[in-house]
Structure formats: C-alpha cells, structure tokens
T-cell receptor, first 110, second 113 residues
C-alpha cells in the first residue's frame, strides 16, 4: 500500500522556490516524514525529516500541515543541480527501513 | 564528507556466473541496507543489517541471493547463479540509528548477459 502520494513531475524556474507537495493522509502519530532525492546516476541523498514541526536545514525546509496529512518540501532558490527525483517517505518511528515510492521528477528550467 | 564505498562500479557478467558486490559503510554506522533499482520496479529494499546482524531479507530472492557482513567495515551481496533479470543498479546505504538520514553509495551497475 502506498503511504504517500506525489505528483509524477514538476517544473520550476531556476532561482525560484521549488515547492514539492506530498500527501500522506493515513499517517499515524508515530510516523515521520522523510525526504530524499536522487540525482541522475547517483545514489539517493537524504534531505530532511520531521514529525510534526516544520524543519529547516541547509538544503531545504519541510512544512507539515497541522493535521499531518500532507507536507511540502521547499527548495528556496532552485538551481539546475536540483534537477532530480524527490521521494517523500513515511516511516514508523520504531522501524529502520526506508521504502521508496515513485517520487516526483523535478525539472529546473534555465 | 564521509562516504559509503561500493565496488565494483560496473560489472558485466554472463548468465550463470557468480557475482559479488561489496560495500564499505561509513565508519561507526551500525545499520546497513542493500537496495536494487530498475526502471520497472524503482528502488527495492533487498536486505538490511543492524550491528552486523541480518534483520530483514524478505526483499531478496532467497534461492540465489545472499547478503552478509563479515565485519563492521564490509557488507557483501552475492548472486549465484546470476540471471539477466538481475541486471540493475545495486545500492548500499548506511546509517547511525533510525533517527537520522541514511547515506547511500554510488551503486554497482550490474549487467547480466
């Protein structure tokens, strides 16, 4: 069963903020939201994760709605190097495993 | 930056041959994963270890695949005998505890002809 729903693809102009949505309407209280990305021909790269509070690091910001049924990953100033497949993943707190879905293919346009 | 090292980067082999892929996790990381990626199936979890003990290998074809951690600095994934349908990119990842993100290697691209 898919725990998250993401659009298959998105475009964003270089220099603009890229906002990637993710629906996880069946998320439970002990499940975290993780984001990874995979640049072509590379291994996946961890970006950020959160439980219910918004989170920010040097790569991105994660905004989780109050009901936790959806979230948005924000890349504040997208560059061409941000072109990648972005995966939104829900993980139970007690489980080590990260299960990848199909993700969103983000194209940054010059 | 610390890296997960996978060898070889590329491997072409004939059907029926044994293939061994190696992974050196980041020093101090206690959790190691093996994933396989194909165009059709995407990223699939094959197996994972915590503190060198295998915890879950339900994603692995049991008859031909085996995964081991002979020591804390080496994880291996072996396919014997290999088949064309095993052609894929195999990724290793390591992490320290489940509260952080995992670091992936660059992968081994396997082609079985």
């Amino acid at each position: 069963d898919a725990k998250t729903t993401q659009p298959p693809s998105m475009d964003c102009a270089e220099g603009r903020a890229a906002n990637l949505p993710c629906n996880h309407s069946t998320i439970s209280g002990n499940e975290y939201v993780y984001w990874y990305r995979q640049i072509h021909s590379q291994g996946p790269q961890y970006i950020i994760h959160g439980l219910k509070n918004n989170e920010t690091n040097e790569m991105a910001s994660l905004i989780i709605t109050e009901d936790r049924k959806s979230s948005t990953l924000i890349l504040p100033h997208a560059t061409l190097r941000d072109t990648a497949v972005y995966y939104c993943i829900v993980r139970v707190s007690w489980d080590d495993k990260i299960i990848f879905g199909k993700g969103t293919r983000l194209h940054i346009l010059p | 930056d610390a890296r997960v090292t996978q060898t070889p980067r590329h491997k072409v082999t004939e059907m029926g041959q044994e293939v061994t892929m190696r992974c050196q996790p980041i020093l101090g990381h206690n959790t190691v994963f093996w994933y396989r990626q194909t165009m059709m199936q995407g990223l699939e979890l094959l197996a994972y270890f915590r503190n060198r003990a295998p915890l879950d290998d339900s994603g692995m074809p049991k008859d031909r695949f085996s995964a081991e951690m002979p020591d804390a600095t080496l994880a291996t994934l072996k396919i014997q005998p290999s088949e064309p349908r095993d052609s894929a990119v195999y990724f290793c990842a390591s992490g320290l505890g489940r509260w952080n993100g995992y670091t992936f290697g660059s992968g081994t691209r396997l082609t079985v002809v």
